[in-house]
């Protein structure tokens, strides 16, 4: 195999024009600076020569529909092929209404972005010679319709079918929600799995056995590679939250033969009224630390009493926005024992979420 391309990611971009941003107290990113911070990304990477784009879904605030508009002619205008698949927020209900896109209507708006039949949530296209990618749906509605990371049996079957079709190619996967662990414990933790597949053990089986060894993802905000035995999940955080980045990709020949993947990743440092985008928006973070800290302070596996979390939560302030900015490293010496163990396994064991060379076999 013989391939040499270069791509982008872009994640979570929550795309929000300004008559449909709703004032959420607690919301940690700024949809206010989502159509600024896209426009500035598309003008990088105008000059970067790219073979195509990924965008591993929350694509809008909340699934507006003028949202999905917006994007839509926005993408069209490119020079580039761009990929899309749904994140939550951009199919919040599984039937949608005059206002914000349901389920099923996702990929009549994306149709040209991945998207061929309107009537499946997922795709697989030969994208470049000897290249494969295959867009996931992980959004799905329980019987009680509670949204939840999952992909359905049909799809599973789907997805085994085109793997056993594709024979020399390299096969790269995108979805939305994590498949491999970013955070110690995130598939068990009640705060963490939200963002994980439920049944990812069963598609990483899948992907396994097909020797696929790329996984897009997004969901979680948050710069990260993680890797489970030769699969690969590179994870990218928001446009619009801390650290405000997106990646760009090369893929090469070694002259072994074997495949290189060098990720390099940029940031967002200013738009119009934020002179200083990644210093306002940690601060934003860490003025809206305070709760989340103190649930996760409370939460198994530490579960301290609320007496107790309350003293170590402002001394956390700025955890999760290291976390979220990549190969954080993290210390806590004036935490008791199990409590600065618990927080430092969050630091980065790699220091290579935001560049990084994967050498495929």
Known sequence: MNLNFRFAIASDLHIALSHTIWDQPRRFHLVEASIPALELVLEHLAKCDLDFL???GDLTQDGEIDNHVWLTERLAKLPYPVYVVPGNHDVPQAVGNELVTGLSDFPAFYHGFGYDNVNQLYY???ILPGVRLIGLNSNHFDQSGKQIGCLDQQQLDWLQEVLATAEDELVMVMLHHNVIEHLPGQATNPLGRRYM????????????Q???QLLFTGHLHVQDIAQWQNIYEITTGSLVSYPHPYRILNMR????????LEVDSHRITSVAGWPDLPEQSRE????????????LLTSPPLSLPQEEAVQFAPDLRYFWADVAGGDAELRFPEFPTPVRRYFEAFSSDSGSDNQATLLLS
Do not use: C, W, Y
């Open 54 to 56: 990924l965008l591993p």
């Open 253 to 260: 020949s070694k002259p072994n033969g074997k495949q290189v």
């Open 284 to 295: 934003r973070i860490a003025d809206h630390s305070f709760p989340f800290m103190t649930k």
């Open 124 to 126: 697989t296209h030969e």
């Open 197 to 208: 597949l439920q049944n990812a053990p069963q598609l990483l089986e899948i992907l396994s």
């Open 210 to 212: 097909a020797g696929v």
